[in-house]
């Protein structure tokens, strides 16, 4: 479950998800690896869900393994909001 206000990465293949998870655990970054919320589309099934304190440490290590999300949203009221990445 995705809380208020946590962040989820999507990623648009298993293989780019799977690495960044591998690359996020050897940084002992806080995330959580879920099934994609169902108000959200990938093909991949899978994305990152991590807090707000976590975004700028995460994406700057994504951005220098040249690993970007494809997507990211914001849970917040219930539903999911886009954010500029």
């Known amino acids: 479950m995705v809380k208020e206000n946590d962040f989820v990465a999507i990623f ?3 293989h780019r998800v799977l690495k ?10 806080d995330f959580l690896l879920i099934p994609v ?3 959200l589309t990938s093909d991949c099934g899978l ?6 304190e976590t975004k700028e440490n995460l994406l700057r ?3 220098s393994a040249d690993l ?3 997507e990211m949203f914001q849970r917040s009221d219930g539903g ?3 954010v500029a990445l």
């Not at 960044?20 to 970054?29: G, H, R, T």
């Open 68 to 70: 970007p999300p494809a």
């Open 47 to 52: 994305a990152l869900r991590f807090s707000p």
């Open 37 to 39: 919320p169902r108000q």
């Open 20 to 29: 960044a998870e591998k690359i996020l655990k050897q940084a002992e970054v």
């Open 12 to 14: 648009h293949s298993i």
């Open 61 to 63: 290590i994504l951005a």
């Open 80 to 82: 999911y909001l886009e």
